[in-house]
């Protein structure tokens, strides 16, 4: 399929149209023939926004690298297309709540060289956002960083970068979690009346065992007029 270009000439000059056509083969000509599918008119007078409507429209048929490939010039290569908005949203959150940099200053040394945290905190950040948007395991999130998303300032990362940043992560937790509840209550102004915790995986237990109750084939509890008590 090709744009095809005709020529008519009138008082005024040559005149050119322009029309979408492919070639068909035509077996009483023994060779491709074009055929005309669609007309742009003149092309002095092209209406080139229904142009960019209709190739956008076509675009979504494509994958966006596809289409994106297919549009770009031709002394450009395209290389590869992963989504980015979900992350930069996050990374803009992650910013705004200071927690890039509060995972630079936690479990620093009082005395001595300060450890570089720059990577560590990147890929605790990839983690977190690949719980948000594609929850996975610590392999295929390493996975998923590096080929299906984009994170600024981490082009790619591994599971053993992963498992060491969570072992660091754990190492500082109470502190990390307290400098960052303080810099959430100083940034939103909270007053603290209630706190929730998640009781998922909680459970409690008793000393003594509770007392047998009656229950039918199916497991449901009987009722005391329905307990036959025996002879």
């Not at 999130?141 to 053993?160: C, K, M, P």
């Not at 915790?197 to 109750?213: A, N, V």
Request: proline share 4%.
């Amino acid at each position: 399929m090709y744009v095809r270009t005709t020529k008519r000439e009138n008082k005024s000059g040559t005149v050119r149209y322009l029309h979408l056509a492919h070639n068909e083969w035509d077996p009483v000509k023994g060779r491709a023939v074009p055929k005309v599918l669609f007309t742009f008119g003149r092309e002095d007078d092209l209406d080139r926004e229904a142009v960019r409507r209709l190739v956008i429209s076509l675009s979504k048929l494509l994958e966006p690298g596809d289409a994106l490939a297919a549009t770009a010039a031709s002394d450009l290569e395209f290389v590869s297309s992963v989504p980015f908005g979900g992350a930069y949203v996050l990374d803009q959150l992650w910013r705004r709540l200071r927690i890039d940099q509060i995972v630079g200053r936690v479990g620093q040394p009082k005395r001595g060289r300060r450890r570089y945290m720059t990577a560590t905190e990147r890929v605790l950040f990839a983690l977190v956002a690949n719980r948000a948007l594609a929850p996975s395991s610590k392999l295929a999130a390493a996975e998923w960083i590096t080929n299906d998303v984009h994170i600024d300032g981490l082009a790619e990362t591994g599971e053993q970068p992963c498992y060491r940043a969570m072992d660091w992560l754990h190492e500082v937790q109470d502190d990390l979690e307290k400098q960052v509840f303080d810099e959430v209550a100083n940034l939103l102004n909270l007053e603290v009346d209630l706190l929730f915790f998640d009781t998922t995986s909680t459970y409690f237990e008793l000393e003594e065992p509770d007392e047998p109750l009656a229950r039918n084939d199916a497991g449901r509890r009987l009722d005391a007029d329905d307990v036959d008590d025996g002879p």
